[in-house]
Structures are given as C-alpha cells and as structure tokens.
C-alpha cells in the first residue's frame, strides 16, 4: 500500500524477513487456530494464545492490563518496541492483538500483510523451535475506550441512526445462518443490528492475504455510505473480524472515530427484546 | 525448514463451499479446512501423507457442517 498511513502500520513478508530478529523489534503470531503456531512459525517470533492470554478468562472481556503488561515483558518488548503481528485467517486475531495493543497505548504496532497464508505461500523459512526472550519491564497506559464499543454505545447508535458495519457474510447478516458454517451456533436470533450496513471483512482483502488498495477500500465502504465523516461501529460475532475491519478503516482509511464492538452478535443476538432486522 | 507442496484448493463439503489448505513441513502434512465464507476454520488434521491429513481433515469438517442449520429468512 503507498500511503503513509498504511506504511506506519503494515509490513512485507520481505521486510519481516529482513528485520525478523532485529533488535528493539518483536515479530509475534496470533492464530485463530491456536497449535498452528507449533507447526512452525517464523524464525524468532512469538506466540500468543488469543483463548487464554488476550483475554479475561473469568469475566468476559480483554486481557486485564496486568495480564497484558506481564505478557509483553515476557514477551522481550518493552514501551519502546517495535511489534510486529501477524497470523492466520488473514490475520483476524492478528488485528485483535493489535487492537487491544491500541487500547492500552503501544505505540509502535504493525501487521505483516498476508500473514501466514502469504508466509507460507512464499516458502519462507520456518521454525519450530519457541524462543525465550529476556524479560523486559512493560507500562501500559489506558485502557483507551475510544477504540471500544460496549452495548450502550450500540444501543445509542442505533437510536441515532449511526454508522456500523456488519462484517460477518452476508448468510449471517440475512439471519439465513447463525453461525459460520461448520461452527456451533451461539446465538438465539439471527439477522443483523438494526441500520448496519453489510461489509463482509474478505472484501479487505486480496487472494493471497494482503489488504486491497487504499483506493479499492475508499470505493468500497463509500458504496456503502461509510466516509469517515460520523463515528462508525464495527461488529461481526464474537469481535475479531471487525477488529480487522476496524484497522482498515481507522488505520488504512484514517476514519477518525472508529469503535469495535467485541460484543458483537454473540451479545445482540442473544438480548432479550433486542431490536433485530432481517433483509 | 519451509512448508513444501502447499495448496489451496476450493472444495465442496455437505453442500457448502469450503477451502482445503494443505502443506507439508518436514516429514508431516498439515490440512485446514476452512468454510470459504467467512473463511473460518472447521477442522484440520496432519498426516504422513496428503491424502491422509486431508481425508482426515474432510471426515471431521464434513460432520460439524452437517450441524449447519439453514434457516428461513
């Protein structure tokens, strides 16, 4: 992508091989599938479980802060670090790390573009080896809770006529299924939140995993009637395909008010007396 | 060590369109099968060879969409 937004966030597969190991960068792999980062990963990266580690694992939430900051400094990163995430999925849960990263204030964050589709394309190298890291001393800041959307906000924006996006297919978004297919379903109704307009997130992205153009992505949420001109919500079912979403359009569009809400369908889709619309 | 042989090849599993996604990395081989809409995983498997990670893979991802429910819209 040859904008400079885009160039402050995404990394090649060319550059990740050039810069793997280098000091004050971490390259870090977040999968959906989480033993796929045993399988081998690239040569120096770490491995983040987003099930027990980029989250509460009593209540439902993001990871605590202090869960976060003992993860980064187990991690080898410090304030000051460089991280580099990507992962499978074209990197869904990448862009959730990412996200929750933003929350508590990292500053330096970036994906790889493709992730480990592209990676694994290419024929890169690969290691199975899980590398220790010298413990550094990590200080997060926030939580930033204007990147986050709770129920209320959903609720308020869909009294407003607000702008969201549902990212989910569109079998999901018609209500036709109530969970993608193969997975079990976790809601009671399906549809989709009153006003959202219907933005599955692999339209972001190329075959082989890479983001679309910063123009292909202006054309296609401007058809829907997203510009960035009013805050957008972003949902999908359980909050990491629109963190994906969310990144595109905060960080490659450059939206200036843009919120993921990780509530999401697994939240609304399951409220009693919830307003639901179906195409 | 690289991932060898990959693939990516469109299928279809108990009517719905599917991904099977296949390499090898040293002496096994690795089979994802994500359904092709939204592009989550349903199964994966490995094996000695191809054809045994990816029928494998099938048996199990053709039983969880066969719990996929359509509904009238």
Known sequence: MATSTAQNVLVSTDWVTQHATDDGVRVVEVDVDTTAYNQGHVPGAAGWNWTSELCDTLVRDIAPIKQLEELLGNSGIDNKTTIVLYGDNNNWFAAWAFWQLKIYGHDDVRIMDGGRKKWLAEGRDLSTEAPAFPAKKYVASGPDLSLRAFLPDVQKAVAAKGAMVDVRSPAEFSGEILSPPGLPETCQRGGHIPGARSIPWGKNCNDDGTFKSVEELQALYSAQGISGDRPVIAYCRIGERSSLTWFVMKYLLGFGDVKNYDGSWTEWGNLVGAAVEKP | ?73
């Not at chain 2, 990959?6 to 599917?18: D, F, I, K, N, Q």
């Not at chain 2, 994500?34 to 349903?42: E, F, L, M, T, Y």
């Not at chain 2, 199990?60 to 996929?68: D, E, N, P």
């Open chain 2, 1 to 73: 060590m690289k991932a060898e042989e990959y693939s990516r090849e469109p299928h279809e599993l108990a009517g719905w369109p599917v991904v099977v996604e296949t390499y090898r990395l040293g002496a096994v081989y690795h089979c994802t099968i994500s359904n092709a809409d939204p592009g989550a995983r349903i199964a994966r498997a490995d094996g000695a060879t191809k054809e045994e990670a990816e029928q494998k893979a099938i048996e199990k991802a053709t039983r969880y969409l066969g719990q996929t429910r359509k509904l009238a819209t």
